[in-house]
């Protein structure tokens, strides 16, 4: 791997920066200038896919040889997408919605190769089902948490976990934002395989 490019992840996100860094590859961050609205009528899969190549591809545009990963994840509540809470009363609106509910989390990831500009991509589901919520409950776990970060105010690596009823998907990554099987396919068909010896 001492020839591999450098790996760079177009996010300032802690969650997906700290999920990369489990596979124990050196990678640096770069912000990505990309506007994240919704196309008009574009389903919630294919929003995440866009932005996560877009994502990628405007990382990449400032690296002459990198391997550039893009992510994205947008929430969909019965075919509605569903943003970060902006308040707190955003937050419990989105709970209250998602009570007894479920709510699939389409998490896409890009690799874009810097050098030839290639792209592959990958999209994971996570159907996430959601206990029935009190009141009570909601203010609890949102004064607790404090989840104004992420979509439908669920950390669900942290106390978020109990609001959940199940979680079905191929990939237990995807539902924090970087699926990281999939990353591990793309990095390795791109020639940098994370089980390599490193020097």
Known sequence: MENAPPLVL????????????????????????????????????????????????NVAARFARALVIGADQV????????????????????????SGRSVVFHTAVALVDAQDGHCEQRLIDVTTRFRVLTPTAIEQYLRREQ?????????????????VESI???????????????????LRAAGLDVLAERR
């Open 168 to 186: 079905r998907s191929e990939d237990p990554t995807a539902l924090i934002g970087l699926p990281l099987i999939a990353v591990v396919d793309l």
């Open 75 to 98: 929430a969909d509540l019965d075919g509605v997408a569903v943003s970060k809470p902006l308040s707190h009363a955003d937050a419990v609106a989105q709970l209250m919605r998602a």
């Open 147 to 163: 989840p104004y970060d992420c979509a439908v105010s669920v950390k669900a690596e942290a106390l978020g976990i109990a609001l």
């Open 10 to 57: 177009a996010s300032t996100s802690v969650y997906r920066r700290d999920l990369l860094a489990r596979l124990g590859v050196p990678f640096e961050t770069a912000t990505p200038d990309v506007d994240e609205a919704p196309l008009a009528g574009e389903r919630a899969a294919a929003t995440a896919l866009r932005l996560a190549e877009a994502k990628a591809r």
